[in-house]
């Protein structure tokens, strides 16, 4: 070989090498290809997969989260004081536990995080996951405890953030939020961290920004679980502004990418119901039940049955519902927020009030704001009510969700206290954001505009 030859081939050594340390950066590495012949090293294993997913806070497949647990029981087996191993099985199980919407994997994820901290104090990791179980359990004061104790540990590691965002979001701390977005996002850019982006967008009724920043997440995303919880998100947003054709385009195209993303299959049970597709509307939830148990798509289908007349199949989702809350409790999570607002419509006001009242002590969100103003409305209590429904609608700087149902709530509160311009404009402004919002709430809201009429030029200007 002459010294030409010998030249050329050490200049495409260099760029082989220089592109496999480039691709080691990344996720699961790039293959490279060597030029004389070598293999492609494999790719990543399906527990390479998942960890890399629960690692990073983004939704993993089930097959894969199996196969992570199934590893690291085996290896904590082996050596049982490897506190990175029983760091990342207990984040493992939380997001087992999230995607089956089974809260009995949260006292296993718990125990296996306990004893990684027992074994490691200064464990980022474990303090990590255990902020994720918190907010699995709707406990967000915990979640903010434990994701401030790994901010302490790691203060520059971008993974700390998502936990802290989703607790102060669920505590009703805007202000902190926002700032916690702002250093996220300083620190890192990718699908992850615009679709965190997007949850916050959403909160503060910024509907196109939010849109945007998930529909590049869902084009940025790496696996089939991840793209299609963007894709489940996108078609949320969709729906809460009305538009029917392109939320079902979107769940319908998270089921395709990943058939276990059964909220989409839920968020079509809600579209087609809206649609006139009922018989497809209560399959969908059917489907979605059975694998991904949630209180709230019982509640979604037990309203919807309903809707249609059948009280009894309606009776039997309200028993799931108070099933699962129930369940929920036993393994230490918080579904308070559900329960009340089920007993404020179909079950006892009073209890929900006090549900709720506590709850807010709790965890001030625009959530249990728009409950809270509810049950005290269906309770009777419409001037107590009032501030709680203005929080709901308005956040605490005057920009909140765009939800027709919280639009609704707050209208039906001022209807109950003869403030009939405010009633009317709000009333008018669920129905724009969405007419189909709700199978019972929607009809009732557009009889209660249609018995405030238009306003009376001759009465002068109404109430506000």
Do not use: C
């Amino acid at each position: 070989m002459d010294d030409k030859a010998r030249a050329h081939r050490r200049r495409i050594r260099r760029r082989v090498l220089l592109a496999s340390a480039a691709g080691g950066t990344a996720l699961a590495g790039v293959l490279v290809t060597l030029p004389w012949g070598g293999q492609a090293p494999p790719g990543p294993t399906p527990q390479e997969r998942a960890l890399a997913a629960v690692t990073s806070g983004v939704p993993a497949a089930l097959p894969d989260l199996e196969a992570l647990v199934r590893d690291r029981e085996r290896r904590v087996r082996e050596r049982p004081r490897n506190a990175r191993a029983w760091a990342e099985l207990g984040a493992a199980r939380v997001e087992q536990g999230r995607r089956l919407a089974d809260p009995r994997y949260w006292p296993r994820a718990e125990k296996a995080l306990r004893t990684s901290l027992d074994v490691r104090k200064d464990n980022a990791p474990a303090l990590r996951a255990m902020a994720a179980l918190a907010n699995a359990r709707r406990d967000h004061a915990g979640a903010r405890t434990w994701g401030e104790a790994a901010r302490k540990l790691e203060p520059e590691r971008w993974t700390t953030y998502p936990p802290l965002i989703e607790a102060s979001a669920g505590l009703g701390d805007d202000e902190e939020t926002g700032r916690l977005l702002e250093k996220l996002t300083a620190l890192r850019e990718g699908p992850a961290v615009m679709a965190r982006a997007a949850a916050v967008y959403r909160d503060r009724g910024w509907r196109e920004d939010a849109a945007a920043k998930l529909a590049d997440a869902a084009s940025a995303a790496g696996e089939p679980a991840e793209r299609a919880a963007y894709l489940e998100r996108a078609g949320q947003l969709a729906w809460e502004r009305g538009d029917r054709e392109d939320a079902l385009r979107h769940f319908q195209e998270a089921v395709r990418v990943d058939p276990d993303q059964r909220a989409a299959q839920a968020g079509q049970g809600r579209v087609l119901a809206a649609l006139g597709r009922t018989t497809e509307a209560l399959s969908a939830y059917r489907m979605a039940l059975a694998k991904h148990p949630r209180p709230e798509y019982a509640l979604e289908l037990g309203e919807l049955y309903e809707s249609l007349g059948l009280k009894p199949a309606a009776e039997v989702q309200y028993a799931l519902l108070r099933e699962r809350v129930r369940l929920a409790s036993a393994q230490g999570g918080d579904e308070e927020l559900v329960l009340g607002r089920f007993e404020a419509d179909h079950g006892d006001p009073a209890a929900a009030v006090r549900r709720l009242r506590a709850e807010w002590e709790r965890q001030p969100s625009t959530e249990v704001a728009d409950a809270l103003g509810w049950a005290l409305h269906r309770a009777g209590e419409h001037e107590e009510a009032l501030p709680f429904a203005v929080r709901a609608t308005e956040g605490t700087k005057g920009g909140g969700v765009r939800s027709a149902l919280f639009a609704y709530h707050r209208g039906a509160v001022e209807r109950a206290l003869e403030r009939y311009g405010a009633a009317r404009r709000h009333l008018t402004e669920a129905l724009q954001i969405n007419p189909w919002f709700s199978p019972l709430h929607a009809p009732r809201a557009k009889e209660a505009l249609a018995r405030l009429g238009e306003p009376s030029v001759q009465a002068g200007p109404e109430s506000s």
